[in-house]
Protein backbone atom coordinates (compact mmCIF):
# COMPACT_ATOMS: atom_id res chain seq x y z
CA UNK A 1 0.00 0.00 0.00
CA UNK A 2 1.38 3.50 -1.08
CA UNK A 3 1.87 5.66 2.03
CA UNK A 4 0.55 8.80 0.96
CA UNK A 5 -2.93 6.47 1.62
CA UNK A 6 -2.56 6.54 4.99
CA UNK A 7 -2.53 10.06 5.12
CA UNK A 8 -5.68 12.11 5.24
CA UNK A 9 -7.40 14.45 7.00
CA UNK A 10 -10.24 12.18 8.04
CA UNK A 11 -8.17 10.01 9.77
CA UNK A 12 -8.19 9.74 13.16
CA UNK A 13 -4.67 8.70 14.36
CA UNK A 14 -3.26 6.75 17.49
CA UNK A 15 0.53 7.35 18.02
CA UNK A 16 1.70 5.03 20.25
CA UNK A 17 5.86 5.37 22.20
CA UNK A 18 4.67 9.16 21.76
CA UNK A 19 7.13 10.76 23.98
CA UNK A 20 7.54 13.82 26.53
CA UNK A 21 10.89 14.63 25.11
CA UNK A 22 10.42 17.02 21.86
CA UNK A 23 13.46 15.83 20.24
CA UNK A 24 12.30 11.71 20.16
CA UNK A 25 10.44 11.06 16.73
CA UNK A 26 6.73 9.75 18.60
CA UNK A 27 6.69 13.85 19.88
CA UNK A 28 7.81 15.23 16.80
CA UNK A 29 5.21 12.72 15.01
CA UNK A 30 2.29 13.78 17.48
CA UNK A 31 3.12 17.53 17.68
CA UNK A 32 2.75 17.28 13.44
CA UNK A 33 -0.37 15.98 13.82
CA UNK A 34 -1.79 17.68 16.17
CA UNK A 35 -0.20 21.66 14.43
CA UNK A 36 -1.58 20.68 11.38
CA UNK A 37 -4.85 19.53 12.49
CA UNK A 38 -4.75 16.31 12.54
CA UNK A 39 -7.21 14.25 14.86
CA UNK A 40 -4.49 12.38 16.73
CA UNK A 41 -4.27 10.93 20.24
CA UNK A 42 -1.36 9.86 22.22
CA UNK A 43 -0.52 6.52 23.60
CA UNK A 44 1.88 6.45 26.75
CA UNK A 45 0.83 4.31 29.70
CA UNK A 46 3.94 6.49 31.83
CA UNK A 47 2.48 10.09 31.24
CA UNK A 48 -0.36 11.16 31.33
CA UNK A 49 -0.16 14.19 29.31
CA UNK A 50 2.19 14.85 26.19
CA UNK A 51 2.02 18.83 24.75
CA UNK A 52 -0.68 19.62 26.59
CA UNK A 53 -2.63 16.58 25.03
CA UNK A 54 -4.18 13.61 27.39
CA UNK A 55 -2.36 10.36 26.87
CA UNK A 56 -3.67 6.86 26.39
CA UNK A 57 -2.41 3.74 28.12
CA UNK A 58 -3.42 1.70 25.96
CA UNK A 59 -5.50 1.56 21.88
CA UNK A 60 -8.58 0.35 23.94
CA UNK A 61 -8.79 3.35 26.02
CA UNK A 62 -9.05 5.87 23.44
CA UNK A 63 -11.94 7.97 22.87
CA UNK A 64 -12.31 6.79 19.24
CA UNK A 65 -10.90 4.07 17.24
CA UNK A 66 -8.21 5.51 15.30
CA UNK A 67 -8.01 4.75 12.04
CA UNK A 68 -4.13 4.41 11.61
CA UNK A 69 -2.04 3.59 14.50
CA UNK A 70 1.54 4.73 14.02
CA UNK A 71 4.33 2.84 16.14
CA UNK A 72 7.31 4.51 17.56
CA UNK A 73 8.44 1.39 20.17
CA UNK A 74 11.00 -1.72 19.62
CA UNK A 75 9.77 -4.41 17.41
CA UNK A 76 9.08 -6.51 20.21
CA UNK A 77 6.32 -4.13 22.09
CA UNK A 78 5.26 -3.51 18.53
CA UNK A 79 4.09 -6.75 17.75
CA UNK A 80 1.99 -6.88 20.91
CA UNK A 81 0.55 -3.61 19.93
CA UNK A 82 -0.36 -5.51 16.93
CA UNK A 83 -2.83 -7.80 18.78
CA UNK A 84 -5.05 -5.09 20.19
CA UNK A 85 -5.07 -3.37 16.67
CA UNK A 86 -6.36 -6.96 15.60
CA UNK A 87 -9.00 -6.78 18.23
CA UNK A 88 -9.65 -3.63 17.26
CA UNK A 89 -10.11 -3.97 13.59
CA UNK A 90 -8.04 -1.27 12.95
CA UNK A 91 -6.28 -1.87 8.88
CA UNK A 92 -3.41 0.53 8.90
CA UNK A 93 -0.20 0.10 10.68
CA UNK A 94 2.87 2.82 10.17
CA UNK A 95 5.96 1.26 11.61
CA UNK A 96 8.98 3.99 12.38
CA UNK A 97 12.20 2.70 11.43
CA UNK A 98 13.18 0.36 13.74
CA UNK A 99 9.72 -0.44 15.33
CA UNK A 100 9.01 -3.44 13.00
CA UNK A 101 10.63 -7.45 12.71
CA UNK A 102 10.21 -10.28 10.31
CA UNK A 103 7.69 -11.02 13.08
CA UNK A 104 5.44 -7.84 12.36
CA UNK A 105 5.38 -8.01 8.85
CA UNK A 106 4.02 -11.55 9.29
CA UNK A 107 1.65 -10.76 11.60
CA UNK A 108 0.50 -8.05 9.38
CA UNK A 109 -0.21 -10.16 6.51
CA UNK A 110 -1.30 -13.07 8.22
CA UNK A 111 -4.87 -10.85 10.00
CA UNK A 112 -5.23 -8.34 6.34
CA UNK A 113 -3.77 -5.26 8.11
CA UNK A 114 -2.17 -2.76 5.65
CA UNK A 115 1.25 -1.04 6.98
CA UNK A 116 4.27 0.94 5.43
CA UNK A 117 7.77 0.24 7.43
CA UNK A 118 11.26 1.99 6.86
CA UNK A 119 9.77 5.47 6.37
CA UNK A 120 9.60 8.32 8.55
CA UNK A 121 6.12 9.92 9.02
CA UNK A 122 6.25 13.57 9.16
CA UNK A 123 3.32 15.27 7.70
CA UNK A 124 3.85 18.54 6.09
CA UNK A 125 0.75 20.13 4.72
CA UNK A 126 -1.61 17.40 3.24
CA UNK A 127 1.37 15.43 2.14
CA UNK A 128 4.06 12.59 3.62
CA UNK A 129 7.46 13.60 3.94
CA UNK A 130 8.97 10.04 3.28
CA UNK A 131 12.34 10.47 5.07
CA UNK A 132 15.08 7.51 3.96
Known amino acids: ????????????????????????????????????????????????TIHGRPTYKSLFSLPEKPDVVILVVPPEVSLKILEDVKKLGIKKVWFQPGSSSQGTDKYCRKYGISFVKDNCFITDELKVELLL
Open 1 to 48: MMPESFVSKDFVYAVVGVSSSVSKYGSRIFRSLIDRGYTAYGVNPKSP
